[in-house]
Every structure is written in C-alpha cells, then in structure tokens.
C-alpha cells in the first residue's frame, strides 16, 4: 500500500508538469461586473447650482500678487494702522489672504473698504433664462467671539453707481457660528442675479470698529473672492465621494491619507486646469489628484473649485474617517467555471468599498511549481455595501490540480487575500476547497 501510495504522488507530480505546457500557453484579461443591491449607505451630497452647466468667471482675486490694493482694486483707509494688509500667516490658498488686525499698536475707529474694480454685469447677460445667474463667492476667516459680540463688524455691499451709495449684501455676523480660526464660505454664495442688468457694480469689503482704544485678536481675513455667472458650455468638475476611510488605512499609502479622485468635463486636460481643494479642516491643496491625512476621525465637508481659461466648475462631497474596522471582504470561487476563473467579491461591511484592485494568480500544482498572474483589474465603480462584484478572467486551456490566489484590495478599507485549490479540466475549472 505504502509504495502504490508513492506512485501516485509521482504520477501526480508528472501530471502536473505536462499539464504546464497547457495552462500557460494563453492570453489572459479581465472583467469585472458590479451585482447592485440596494445600499445602506446613503449619504446626502449637496451639489452646488452649477453642477449642470458651465460658469465664467467675472472677477477672481486670491491676492497671490502681494500687492494692496491689487491691480485695479480700491482701498478706502480711516485709520492707517489697522487697515486692509497683505496677510501671509492666514491663507486659504498659497500664498496670500487679505486681512485687518487691530492690534496694540491701533488706536481709534477703524472703517476700513477693500472694494473691487468696476464690473459691467450686463455684457454677461444671456437672453436663455437658465443663463442669467450671478454668485459672489469668497472664503473669510475670524473669531466667533470678536464678531458675535460686535467687536467688529464686517459686511459685503454692493454699488451700482461707482460706490456713491452702498446696499448691504452680507455680514458675518449674521451667519452664527462658525469655524474657529479657519476658513469657511459659510453664507456664500451670494446670489447677485438681480443686478444682471447693471453696468456700473462695485463690490465693497467692510471692515468696521468703534473701538477707541487698543485691542488683540480683532481681525478679519478673505481669500479667493470669485464672481461666475452661468456659461452654455459643458464645463463641470466631480470631487468624487461621498468617501468614507477606515482611519488607519490612511497610513497604507504614501504620502499617507485619503486618496481624493476628482475629474473635469471631457475635452479639458486636467494637467491644464488649477485646482483648489479644500478638505474641510482649514487645509487646502491645488495638486489635481491628491492624498490627504485628517489626525481626527470625523465627518468632513470637502469642496473642488476648477478653473480653465475664465471658465470655472464647483463641486463638494463628505469624508467620513471611522476608527471600528469594518468586516473583512470577502471571496469566492465559483463552483464551476467556465470559460476563465470565475469568482465573486463582497463587501459585507456598510462602507462602500472604493477602487478596487484586483488580481488572480494561479500556481501548477500543490507543489506550486509556477506562477502566473492570469487576471487584475480595478472596479472603479466600487463594490458597495451588501454586494457583490463578479470578477472573471479570459478563457484558457489545460489539465490538471491548480491553486488559485485572489487579492482584494480597496482604497479606503482593509483588502484581502484568499487562496484556493482547483480542478482544471478543458475549458472548466472545479472549486475543491478554500485553503485560507
């Protein structure tokens, strides 16, 4: 018994290696196919008024020049040592804001305007009804208390007659809280739309304080002051999302963080565009494909401003950094399979699993004599909560035992990697068992 016990594992071991010439002598690609059932993630994004068209910028200024005033701005002084700077330690995006500090050094009322160049709205004006919106957007920095208990005041208005009269538009104060010492566009934009007609608009920043005496920590930053109105062309941008990150998946890339996948409108080279992205928590970044790392799990609001040429696109979504790992992925090999190795992937956690990669790798044998990578691909569409993926390779012929190697592995959560024994016979492959 012991010696036919032996002739088997020799014979097996000669199957194997003739089967060789069989199994490897073919192309292979890949497929994937996402088997939707209904998520229980269900995040809400708010999409901005743009998401449909176009939008062309009327005025931009993010104060990279270093100049105040900038080219072809105004600036009104009351009081010269607490006035509108250059403001290179507060900036929403490198390398300048604009701001007013009263400090030890300021003494008396502070009535200080920032007010831009002359605008002629009207020579934007579109007779297609849906092209007639006009959006003051800008991102300002202060303190909660300072503004809460009218320290200062800071209001936005807007002239129509060259700044002889001004019509309040805007003032921190009415926005309630918001986030300390960060840049936020919390009550913005600001719908202009009903001046569309006019041709002689200002717009006037205010920096307001009755104080008589000195003062710390009163001040007042803004950065990337952007009018759009519509545009009839397909220029739009997607941040992506909504993302949710197992947190200490952040560490698995470098540089270490969330990758974010934003895209612009076909037709436009990506590499052409300036990108702002802003990730939520007073950081900001202009590279078009970008990795980022939050130090705190939590919820996250992040927004993507593109702009080609004087064509501008927005977008926003939400980052959800949790700290409970999620349930494995998990794998399984097709019973039978037929033309290629057929196998499914499912997410039994409830975060979508993002951009999946991919691959089968198949070893002659038990013996493993050789390996070959017979199929990878990502899922790009994701692999959502509660369902399954089907993946699959192309067709090949052979004869004999094999072991089949699956890896899974997502952007945002754990991957993994599973191995089983098969049964190649012709075109079919029979699952045996799972080996891990």
């Not at 612009?264 to 590279?287: M, R």
């Not at 509660?386 to 945002?412: C, M, R, V, Y």
Request: aromatic residues 16%; negative net charge.
């Amino acid at each position: 018994m012991k010696n036919s016990g032996k002739k088997e594992n020799v014979l097996k071991v000669i199957y194997t290696l003739v089967f060789t010439s069989f199994l490897f002598c073919s192309s292979f690609s890949a497929t994937a196919q996402i088997i939707p059932n209904p998520p229980l993630q269900n995040t809400e994004i708010h999409k901005t008024l743009f998401a449909e068209s176009g939008n062309l910028s009327i005025l931009f200024e993010n104060f990279s020049a270093g100049s105040m005033p900038p080219s072809g701005w105004k600036r009104e002084v009351t009081n010269q040592n607490g006035t509108w700077k250059i403001d290179t330690i507060r900036q929403h995006s490198v390398p300048n804001s604009a701001s007013v500090y009263r400090g030890l050094s300021c003494f008396g009322l502070q009535d200080e305007w920032l007010i831009s160049p002359y605008l002629n709205f009207s020579k934007y004006l579109i007779t297609v009804p849906k092209y007639n919106n006009i959006f003051l957007r800008f991102w300002w920095y202060s303190d909660n208390y300072v503004v809460a208990n009218s320290l200062i005041h800071f209001n936005v208005s807007i002239s129509t007659n060259g700044g002889i009269n001004w019509t309040k538009i805007w003032t921190a104060k009415e926005q309630g809280a918001f986030p300390q010492y960060e840049f936020t566009e919390k009550g913005v934009p600001i719908d202009l739309s009903e001046y569309r007609n006019e041709s002689n608009v200002t717009i006037g920043f205010q920096f307001f304080s009755n104080t008589t005496v000195q003062a710390i920590a009163q001040f007042f930053a803004i950065d990337d002051i952007l009018i759009t109105t519509d545009a009839p062309v397909n220029f739009t941008c997607d941040v992506g999302g909504p993302y949710a990150w197992y947190y200490y998946r952040q560490k698995d890339y470098i540089p270490w963080g969330v990758r974010f996948h934003g895209e612009v409108a076909e037709g436009y080279n990506p590499l052409l565009c300036h990108w702002l992205w802003d990730f939520g928590n007073n950081k900001t970044s202009q590279i078009p494909l970008h990795t980022w790392n939050f130090y705190e799990p939590g919820f996250y609001n992040v927004t993507l401003q593109v702009t080609y040429q004087n064509l501008v696109a927005f977008d926003n979504t939400t980052v959800y950094i949790f700290l409970m790992p999620p349930p494995d992925l998990t794998v399984e090999l097709n019973t039978i399979s037929f033309p290629g190795i057929q196998a499914k992937i499912e997410n039994p956690g409830d975060y979508n699993a993002t951009y999946v990669n991919w691959s089968m790798t198949v070893f002659l044998g038990p013996l493993k004599l050789r390996e070959k990578l017979v199929a990878h691909d990502n899922i790009i569409n994701n692999v959502q909560t509660h369902t399954t993926a089907s993946i699959e390779s192309k067709f090949f012929f052979g004869f004999g035992l094999i072991l089949i190697q699956i890896k899974a592995t997502p952007d945002n959560i754990p991957g993994i990697d599973k191995s089983f024994s098969a049964l190649k016979f012709g075109p079919f492959i029979i699952s045996l068992n799972q080996l891990n």
